[in-house]
């Protein structure tokens, strides 16, 4: 199968997409990152020779993040020495869903990969754990305190963390996720603009929420459905929350090459948002690829290829296996 070519000519009705711009929004995020900064990360990693093979050194990664929240992650690196800043640096986002995978195939490529476990997935629920669903409405009503801000903000703590380990090269760090990873994604590369190499954006969620929830009858964005059929009263306050976290309104900050992956036929994030996140990259390079006949797993089978020669390019790890499957390891 090959993707479209024309990405206009695909566009399923051109429907404009829109996300509300709370007036503060960038004050918003810069106070985020402060109250972030405020705790100290104290990563540890721990190696476990149990999930190591003679190729790949798998490592148990905890570190603090927002709140003082301890999180989780596996960390995964080629097996043996590394001269410092030599390996680049992949930080692998899971999907909402999903729980981290534990990433050797990335590894086994050449890169230093930290997939990460934000509060709420396995490994990093002892503090916080609003379930499934339940993740994206838990307090979204005070954007100030929501826990999903604090689940995006674990996000960006993981790829600081990645960033500053010893044999990882900081000019040579990307980003990778479908769905919600393919929307975090985004928000890293706003949010870290000017250290991210690049991002590969899959199915990308949180973009156009509200308009999603208009367009869809699925979790997660039934979860906000089912939030307004409970109290229609309630759609000025969630628009205006919800507008905070859109990805949509992030989009612009991104400067580095981005690549961006659609199923046409995507009931989940449906394809229209992920034209309005091209269209609203505006300061990145950006490709896209939007597979006919597809749904939410946004060509996958035939997208591998593509993911693994769009970070090789860009992230340069040596003698790196550009065709390997790593299927499994598109979160």
């Not at 405020?38 to 476990?48: E, M, N």
């Not at 996720?177 to 393919?182: A, E, K, L, P, T």
């Not at 205006?240 to 990805?247: I, K, N, Q, T």
Request: include cysteine; glycine fraction near 10%.
């Amino acid at each position: 199968m090959r993707p479209v070519e024309d990405a206009a000519a695909a566009d399923p009705g051109r429907l404009a997409i829109r996300a509300h711009r709370p007036a503060d929004f960038d004050e918003y995020w810069a106070s985020s990152l402060r109250y972030l900064d405020r705790t100290d990360p104290a990563a540890v990693s721990t190696h476990r020779p149990d999930m190591s093979t003679p190729e790949v050194d798998v490592f148990d990664l905890r570190f603090d993040s927002a709140g003082d929240v301890r999180v989780a992650g596996w960390y995964a690196r080629p097996a043996g020495e590394h001269a410092p800043g030599s390996l680049p640096g992949l930080l692998v986002i899971p999907g909402y869903i999903s729980d981290p995978i534990v990433p050797t195939a990335f590894a086994a490529a050449g890169y230093a990969v930290c997939s990460v476990a934000p509060r709420g997935k396995v490994r990093s629920r002892d503090q916080v754990n609003p379930g499934y669903p339940g993740l994206l409405v838990d307090g979204l009503l005070d954007p100030w305190t929501s826990t999903y801000r604090s689940f995006y903000l674990d996000v960006v703590r993981a790829f600081d963390v990645l960033r500053a380990m010893p044999e990882v090269d900081d000019d040579r760090v990307g980003v990778h996720g479908s769905s919600q990873g393919g929307g975090l994604g985004v928000l890293v590369g706003a949010l870290r603009a000017g250290s991210v190499a690049a991002v590969s954006a899959g199915a990308p969620f949180m973009c156009g929420v509200m308009d999603s929830v208009r367009l869809t009858r699925t979790y997660p964005y039934q979860e906000v459905r089912e939030l307004l059929q409970q109290d229609p009263g309630l759609l000025e306050a969630v628009t205006e929350a919800a507008g905070y976290l859109d990805c949509l309104n992030l989009a612009g900050s991104v400067r580095c090459p981005t690549q961006v992956y659609i199923g046409l036929g995507d009931d989940v994030c449906p394809p229209e948002t992920g034209y309005a996140l091209v269209e609203a990259l505006t300061g990145a390079p950006t490709e896209l690829l939007a597979w006919p006949g597809c749904g939410h797993d946004a060509g996958l089978p035939w997208m591998s290829e593509h993911i693994d020669r769009f970070l090789a390019s860009h992230l340069r790890p040596a003698g790196a296996r550009v065709e390997a499957d790593l299927a499994g390891s598109n979160a």
